[in-house]
């Protein structure tokens, strides 16, 4: 049990700030369950003064789904993914290894392109030139509805599986950890509903997206997108 029946929002909170949530590295790979309870435990900030949560409320870290999410209104079945490109993943270990410090071209790891071999990235890291077409309009924003609707799609796999248990309610949370220089968000995610659109017509689909952007949470639903700011319970930009 990760929060044992927090009566109300206060309450939530005050047990949320007791859980250490720091995320290690390890060989440049975080750690799948530090950073499910990071993403889920800044997803229940954001919505403790939300209509979302009915009191009391506990949180059990279970498997298949992730989380259990026990409310006045019923049980929520909560599991969480992050959003990373693999490639991306294997250049900053390379990076550190070989490289410290050297420059990476983002422009390399967009949806879509072609994955980098080990001896491509080596060139890269050493020449340290960000050289590459210019981003049309839009294109980054199309990129990242692109990795998160990629994200979503493979989960959705998951909530077929026999072993997977369903709930009244089934929510989605992704941890955006992907390599895009600055763009819009609300642009970005206006695409991605759209992008979802023609996949919620079937059983195997989670009511609610969560996405956990930097200091934000994207709330996504058939109709319509709203923006949370998450509350910085464990000082976590004092120490930035």
Known sequence: MIINQAENPKQLCEQLAAIKIDIHAVHGRQRKKEVERWTA???????????????SVSVQHEDRPDFRILTASGEV?????????ENYAECIVLRD???????????????GTRKMTKDEMRAMLES???????????????NWASYICSCVD????????????????????????LPL????????????????KIRRSGPSMF??????H????????????TRLPIPDLWGIRRRK
Request: glycine share 6%; charged share 20%.
């Open 41 to 55: 435990c800044r997803l229940l900030a954001a919505l403790a003064h939300t209509s979302q949560l009915s009191f």
């Open 77 to 85: 079945g909560l599991e969480a993914t992050t959003a990373m490109s």
């Open 97 to 111: 290894k070989e490289f410290p410090g050297a420059l990476i071209n983002m422009g390399r790891f967009l949806w």
């Open 128 to 142: 340290g030139k960000l050289s590459g077409p210019p981003l049309r309009d839009g294109k980054l924003e199309c």
């Open 154 to 177: 493979a989960k959705q796999l998951t909530l077929t599986k026999l072993e997977f248990r369903r709930y009244a309610r089934n929510w989605l949370v992704i941890h955006d950890n």
């Open 181 to 196: 220089p600055s763009y819009s968000l609300m642009d970005g995610s206006e695409l991605l509903m759209s992008m979802l």
């Open 207 to 212: 009511d609610e997206i969560f996405i956990e």
């Open 214 to 225: 930097t200091d934000t949470i994207l709330c996504i639903t058939k109709n319509s997108v």
